[in-house]
């Protein structure tokens, strides 16, 4: 290991005494499962702040061989369609102040679009304001006069934000709501019966989603799939225990359901802020940038909301395209599983941190971000360990 990596590993293990032990017992029961597995032990984090834990701390050159970590479809960033971030860019040359969370303003529209990203269609003198929150854009529309479009991104954790206001009329007239929000079951179970060519022994599960809906939302990977599944918290040592729990089950070949998170998580979650959401929105097919439509994955506002749908206010088209992939972008395979962000001919060459060109370099979450940011720590880690 070069210098880079050892510094982050030696940061964990001050940081956590236990994490030493941990990564020992994992290279033991690591090693056992690829013996009786006669093949690589894969495990999907299915979490960009996993991802960035993972990448950060240097947990891939920790594990023995043939135990492989890959990213998952967790940033809500990196899957939004192009189509949305196309008409809200027209929207804001048009009159419309669109109000985006600071991790959607670089995100690419679909190709041969006007604007290349909301921003672009700033700079170009569209109206585009970056918000902190659901309340922040309330406030922005409540002082401002004019229409407003907040630009709903975002997975299970997010949606409280808006669906509580909604719920409780408390929304202002002038603000509507672009809802781009996408679920992560639905895509998980996609994930195990389309993705053919990705063999999964093992998922740590979202640990912020879980909190809304509960961890027992993923019993259907075990159950369905005979996939061992940990929700998992966002420490460093939370994830060497959910790679440990999970080998665990594999050595002993069965899939059970372990939350690990359980100083967040319940059982069945915030049953408040999940209930609003169902108060607010129906379930429908959605499409999903890069990997295609997934059955009711997307959700809509119901019908007694739809005063506040800038969909049908403005007519946004909800449509699945794939003209929203860049050429040679590998973003939807990486999110799948099936490639690494160094796989990319673009990675760190015609895409970087600062000037992202696909959707997986823009977000906090997006995994070629993190490892773009964390470069000589993966450089480090893939000298060590064989992924894919
Ligand atoms: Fe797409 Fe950029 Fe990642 Fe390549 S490096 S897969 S172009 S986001």
Redesign the pocket.
């Known amino acids: 290991m070069t210098g880079d990596l050892i510094a982050r590993v030696k940061e964990l293990y001050e940081r956590n005494p236990e994490a030493r032990r941990i990564v020992e017992a994992i290279a033991e029961l690591g090693r056992r499962a690829v013996r009786e597995l006669g093949r690589p032990v894969k495990i999907m984090n299915f979490c960009g702040t996993h991802e960035w834990t993972i990448t950060h701390y240097g947990i891939r050159s920790l594990m023995p061989e043939g135990v492989e970590l890959v990213a998952g479809p967790g940033c809500p960033v990196c899957v939004t369609p192009g189509h949305y971030v196309e008409a809200l860019a027209n929207l804001s040359m048009d009159g419309v102040t669109v109000l985006t969370y600071g991790d959607a303003f670089k995100l690419p529209a679909r190709r041969g679009s006007r604007f290349r990203s909301l921003a672009d269609a700033r700079a170009a003198g569209g109206s585009v304001r970056i918000v902190y929150s659901f309340l922040d854009a309330m406030r922005v529309a409540r002082g401002g006069g004019g229409e407003y479009v907040f630009f709903a991104v975002g997975f299970e954790t997010t949606m409280p934000s808006t669906s509580h206001p909604l719920a409780a009329g408390a929304v202002p007239q002038n603000l509507k709501i672009l809802t781009a929000y996408r679920l992560t079951p639905p895509v998980m179970r996609y994930m195990l019966e389309s993705v053919s060519d990705v063999r999964l022994d093992g998922v740590i599960a979202p640990g912020h989603v879980s909190a809304v809906i509960g961890a027992n939302a993923w019993s259907f990977l075990p159950k369905d799939y005979g996939v061992p599944t940990v929700v998992s918290g966002f420490e460093p040592v939370d994830v060497l225990l959910s790679i440990l729990y999970i080998l665990k089950m594999v050595c002993e070949g069965r899939a059970g359901l372990v939350n690990e998170y359980s100083r967040v998580v319940t059982p069945s979650g915030n049953r408040a802020a999940w209930g609003e959401v169902l108060e607010v929105h129906d379930f429908v097919d959605a499409y999903w940038r890069g990997i295609g439509v997934v059955r009711g994955s997307g959700a809509v506002l119901k019908e007694r909301f739809k005063r506040y749908d800038a969909g049908s206010e403005y007519g946004v088209k909800v449509e699945a395209d794939f003209t929203d992939v860049?050429p040679?972008?590998?973003?939807g395979d990486?999110v799948l599983g099936r490639a690494r962000?160094t796989d990319?001919p673009?990675?760190m060459r015609g895409?970087t941190p600062s000037n992202?060109?696909?959707?997986?370099?823009v977000g906090q979450e997006?995994t070629?971000r993190i490892w773009g940011e964390n470069l000589p720590a993966v450089l480090d880690a893939l000298r060590r360990v064989r992924i894919g």
């Not at 040679?328 to 973003?331: A, F, I, Q």
């Not at 992202?356 to 370099?361: A, D, K, L, Q, S």
């Open positions: 860049m040679g972008c590998r973003c990486v962000p990319c673009h990675f895409c992202p060109y696909g959707p997986c370099m997006g070629c």
